[in-house]
């Protein structure tokens, strides 16, 4: 009869890669770089740099490149998304950098053209 294997160790090595530490500071450098973004896209978006199109309005572009950010962070950390930053300040996030938007577009649009 052959025996059992022998428990794992506890100081036996882990399957995965080595964990990254989550900042303490995500979610202010989160509300910070959305509110950034959103008002540095609405200075833009009267001239349209990306072209015509919906696709290719300044709010889906920073919606995007944001889409491609979380995605990278997902994969730098290996931990669902939801375990660095919360859905609701997720939310919130995205909430800020629509109103920073219509904010930058009003200033691009109204208060660069003043005499």
Known sequence: MPSPAPPPSPKSPPD?????AVSPHILTWWFAAMAIG???????????????????Y??????????????????IYAKPLRELISIPSLVAGFVIAAMC???GDWFGV??????
């Open 16 to 20: 995965g890669p080595p964990p990254i």
């Open 38 to 56: 959103g008002v540095g896209f609405g200075l833009v978006a009267e001239k349209r740099p990306f072209g015509p199109g919906i696709v290719a």
């Open 58 to 75: 300044p709010l889906v572009v920073f919606f995007a490149c944001v889409a491609a950010i979380l995605l990278t962070l997902r994969f």
């Open 101 to 103: 938007f219509v904010m």
């Open 110 to 115: 109204s208060l660069m053209r003043m005499p």
